[in-house]
C-alpha cells in the first residue's frame, strides 16, 4: 500500500489506446510519467495530447529515465514477448493488453518470464469491467434467480460486413488467422468464468462469412459449466442489434433460473422477470454512457490503482488468465474435430 502516486510508463498508440490513455489520466493516484512507440513522432504527439512529460522509441531507456512502478503495455500480441523481456529485465510491474500472447504456449511463457522476475503481470480484459456486469454478478451473488440453467449471449456488432470492414479502427483485424474467438469472444470467455464458474467442456461451431478477413467471423460456442449449467455463445460480427449505440454492450444476453431471469439489452439496461410472471422489472443502476463499453477501461484501471494504493485485491493476473486461452484453445479444437471438448 502506498500514499504516492502510481508512476505509469504506457507503451503503444493504436486506435485503442486512447482509452487507457484518457483513463490514466482521470484516475486518482496514478500519473503516467512516460510513453513509448516504435515512432518517436508518435510518441511526441500522443504526449502532448495527453499532457505527458517524457516520450521515446525506447522502452528500456524510458523506463530506466522515469523508473515507473508499472508499465501499461497497450500493443498486439506479436510484440508482448519483446517488451515483456525489457519490462522484466527492469523489474517493474506491467498490464499487458489482450489478446495475451500469440498462442497458449507463449502465454504461459510470459507468466513463466513475470514469475521468475518477480514482478505481477495483469492482463487487460475489461470486459468483466463492464458496469452491467458487475451489476449482474451482484443479483447473482444475492440468489435472485434461484439455480441458475441457461445462460444465451448473441453477439451482433455490425462491423463486419464488406470489404472495408474494420479498416477504419483496427484494421489488422483482416490479417489475423484466428479472430472471432481469439479476439472478440476470449472476453465473453473470461465473463462466463467471472458470472457462472469454471467452464467444464465446450463445443463450437465456426465459420467465416466475410470473405475479405483471414480468420471466422461468426460461431456457435456451447459451454458446459459446474451444476448442469449451460451458457451458450452465439456471435456473428456481420450483423447488428437493436441499441442506440451498437458498441455498447456488442450484444444482448439472456440468463435464465430456476425462480426468475435476467435480460441485458443493447442499450445496457437489465430486466429482471420472475419464473411465472409476463411482467418484466428494470432494475436500477449507475453508469457512464462514455468512452469503450460504459467507462469499463477506467473501471479495470481505477482497480489497479486500488490494488497499489489500498491492497484491493487484483483480478485478471496472468496466472488466473491462462485458463481462459486454455478455453480458447479447447473452442479451436472443438470446431476442428466437431466434438465436445473436455478442459
Not at 469503450?292 to 489500498?310: K, R, S, T
Request: hydrophobic letters at 40%.
Amino acid at each position: 500500500m502506498s500514499s504516492k502516486n502510481l508512476k505509469v510508463v504506457a507503451v503503444g498508440a493504436g486506435y485503442f489506446s486512447q482509452f487507457h490513455y484518457e483513463a490514466w489520466q482521470r484516475v486518482v493516484g496514478a500519473e503516467v510519467v512516460g510513453n513509448c512507440n516504435r515512432h518517436i513522432e508518435t510518441a511526441n504527439e500522443v504526449g502532448k495530447r495527453y499532457g505527458i512529460a517524457q516520450q521515446s522509441n525506447n522502452l528500456a531507456q524510458l523506463i530506466e529515465q522515469t523508473q515507473p512502478d508499472i508499465v501499461d503495455i497497450i500493443t498486439p500480441p506479436h510484440t508482448h514477448l519483446q517488451q515483456l523481456e525489457i519490462v522484466c529485465e527492469a523489474g517493474v510491474d506491467a498490464i499487458i493488453q489482450k489478446p495475451f500472447g500469440e498462442s497458449l504456449a507463449q502465454a504461459k511463457q510470459l507468466t513463466a518470464m513475470a514469475e521468475q522476475a518477480g514482478i505481477k503481470l495483469i492482463v487487460h480484459e475489461n470486459f468483466r469491467f463492464m458496469p452491467w456486469y458487475r451489476k449482474i454478478k451482484q443479483l447473482l451473488d444475492d440468489k435472485v434467480l434461484g439455480r441458475l440453467l441457461n445462460v444465451q449471449f448473441n453477439l451482433r456488432p455490425g462491423d463486419g460486413q464488406g470489404p472495408e470492414a474494420y479498416l477504419e479502427r483496427q484494421p489488422y483485424f483482416q490479417q489475423m488467422e484466428k479472430f472471432l474467438v481469439h479476439e472478440t469472444a476470449i472476453h465473453l470467455v473470461d465473463t462466463f468464468r467471472y458470472l457462472f464458474g469454471e467452464v467444464e467442456n465446450v463445443y463450437a461451431s465456426l465459420r467465416k462469412c466475410n470473405p475479405v478477413i483471414a480468420g471466422e467471423d461468426a460461431g456457435l460456442i456451447v459451454f458446459g459449466l459446474a451444476g448442469q449449467l449451460q451458457a451458450v455463445f452465439d456471435g456473428n460480427r456481420l450483423l447488428d442489434h437493436k441499441a442506440d449505440n451498437k458498441r455498447t454492450t456488442m450484444g444482448e444476453m439472456l440468463i435464465e433460473g430456476s425462480q426468475a431471469s435476467l435480460r441485458l439489452d443493447g442499450d445496457a439496461n437489465i430486466f429482471l422477470r420472475n419464473f411465472g410472471d409476463n411482467n418484466e422489472q428494470q432494475i436500477d443502476y449507475s453508469w457512464q454512457a462514455k468512452n469503450f463499453g460504459g467507462d469499463c477501461v477506467y473501471q479495470l484501471i481505477e482497480h489497479v490503482v486500488a490494488h497499489y494504493q489500498h491492497g484491493a485485491e487484483l483480478e485478471n493476473l496472468a496466472q488466473q488468465y491462462l485458463r481462459n486461452i486454455e478455453i480458447e484453445n479447447a473452442i479451436y479444437q472443438s470446431h476442428q474435430q466437431q466434438k465436445r471438448v473436455s478442459i
